[in-house]
């Protein structure tokens, strides 16, 4: 009952409070590693 009203408050909570912020940094991270693997496959195609 405890960990049923507390993980939907506490989560409510995060997102209400760093929702944008959170958002942001999860995308930049993506972007870059993204970016990262698409660098390295094609390094790596490109290679003999």
Do not use: N
Request: aromatic share 12%; net charge positive.
């Amino acid at each position: 009952m405890r960990l049923d009203k507390f993980l939907p408050t506490s989560l409510i909570a995060y997102f209400q409070g760093k929702e944008k912020a959170a958002f942001y940094r999860y995308a930049l991270v993506a972007a870059l590693m993204a970016v990262v693997c698409i660098i390295g496959l094609l390094a790596l195609g490109e290679s003999p």
